[in-house]
């Protein structure tokens, strides 16, 4: 296994858009998209949106097995952070190393981009993911509750930062 990363493009749309179907359809409370939402998307919907805005994949050779979206505020006070969203890794290659490929793919997209502060929020009672950035060096810095309303109600997100100064 070959595992490489790079930023996606609109020629990408086909293989975001199965992959991202999948993602939602096997944790459907990590995403904020439900299937049905994902599955309406347009081919060209999905190739704006990653002309758009940075989005990275995963590669296991030519097949994407991985994903995450960046989001960036347009503002120069602002310039320093960037929000991680959507991070994806297909179970099968769970604990092989490739979400740390992806982490380590962000890291390096960004601090090109002389971005030094990374941002995210996870499900609370997602501690899988949880214990990962933990230990990728994100550091808890508060709750968001009512975050997205699941199927058993309200629900509470934690908001992380990493410095990557450090």
Same mark, same amino acid.
């Given at each position: ?11 990408? /749309?086909?293989?975001?858009? /199965?992959?991202?179907?999948? =993602?939602? @359809? ?8 439900? /299937?049905? @939402? ?13 002309? =758009? ?44 190393? =490739?979400?740390? /490929?992806?982490?380590?793919?962000? @890291? ?14 996870? =499900? ?9 950035? @933990? ?32």
């Amino acid at each position: 296994m070959v595992l490489t990363v790079r930023t996606l493009t609109p020629e990408d /749309a086909g293989a975001w858009k /199965a992959l991202r179907l999948e =993602a939602v @359809e096997t944790y459907p409370d990590a995403f904020l998209a439900s /299937a049905d @939402e994902v599955r309406a998307m347009t081919s060209e919907t999905v190739a704006g949106m990653l002309a =758009a805005a940075p989005s990275l994949g995963l590669f296991d050779g030519a097949a994407m097995v991985g994903m995450t979206g960046l989001r960036r505020l347009p503002f120069a006070r602002a310039a320093h952070r960037i929000e991680i969203g959507g991070f994806y890794i297909r179970p099968a290659l769970h604990g092989q190393g =490739a979400a740390d /490929a992806l982490m380590t793919g962000i @890291e390096t997209h960004v601090t090109a981009l002389g971005v030094w502060q990374l941002e995210l929020c996870v =499900a609370e009672k997602n501690p899988r993911a949880i214990r990962f950035y @933990e230990r990728h060096g994100f550091v808890r810095q508060g709750r968001m509750p009512n975050t997205v309303i699941g199927t058993d109600g309200p629900e509470t997100d934690l908001f992380y930062t990493r410095d990557l100064r450090v």
